[in-house]
């Protein structure tokens, strides 16, 4: 008998839980930042052997918070990137500058991954082109 009470006591508190009024979450205002880019690829062409290798990739916050990035690597140390630190508030653009060593000779294509506190995580962006010797 005593068994069985507890049996339905803990029967009626697991059933309570589970009818407990749910919580409402659109009443929580959840902002993120979204970058997003022009192009996620950047194409060379084909240039002349030592010619100048900076090219911009640009971008918008169309999220509505801040948007911070907080890192940008390149597969290689022949890609040298430059951006701000700063905030990039919604609705306002940034740029992001790539510098690719340009002595090296033939057909290249290098990633460069940008991380931030963007919805959907890292970014991957690509440059590409092909460079021949200079007459």
Do not use: H, W
Not at 6 to 28: G, R
Not at 42 to 55: A, E, L, P
């Amino acid at each position: 008998m005593k068994r069985t009470l507890n049996i339905a006591i803990l029967l009626v508190v697991t059933l309570s839980f589970f009818n407990a009024a749910p919580a409402d979450y659109d009443t929580f205002d959840i902002k993120v930042a979204v970058i997003k880019f022009k192009t996620e690829v950047v194409d060379y062409g084909t240039i002349t052997q030592n010619s100048d290798g900076t090219r911009l990739f640009t971008f918008t916050n169309t999220g509505d918070a801040p948007l911070l990035i907080t890192k940008v690597k390149t597969s290689c140390g022949c890609t040298v990137p430059s951006y701000s630190k700063a905030p990039i508030l919604p609705g306002e653009t940034g740029e992001l500058n790539i510098k690719y060593d340009t002595k090296r000779l033939g057909a290249f294509t290098k990633t460069v991954t940008v991380t931030s506190n963007s919805e959907g995580g890292n970014k991957i962006l690509k440059i590409k082109g092909n460079i021949i010797a200079s007459k």
